[in-house]
């Protein structure tokens, strides 16, 4: 699992039919200490995320499997929204 900060939201109305209802979140990976890290990605958000907050993601071939469909096209899934972080 990663950690990033939900920056933004995609919109699109037309999208691969096992994407629909699915929200798109615009994520910045960071660094445990909350700094920057690396390029923005679009994940699929599973858990209810929102603007502002820090998730745990997982990206990569396991991704899918985090919505509980192999097949559906995604490289990244938001599967939790972190609370607190301690060093």
Do not use: F, H, W
């Amino acid at each position: 699992m990663k950690i990033g900060l939900v920056i933004g939201q995609v919109i699109a109305t037309r999208k691969d039919e096992k994407l629909v209802g699915c929200k798109l979140l615009i994520t910045q990976p960071v660094t445990p200490g909350k700094k920057p890290q690396g390029e923005n990605i679009v994940a699929v958000d599973s858990v209810g995320a929102g603007v502002g907050e820090y998730v745990l993601y997982v990206s990569g071939s396991v991704a899918p499997k985090a919505l509980r469909d192999v097949n559906t096209p995604v490289d990244a899934v938001i599967v939790g929204i972190i609370d607190k972080i301690e060093l």
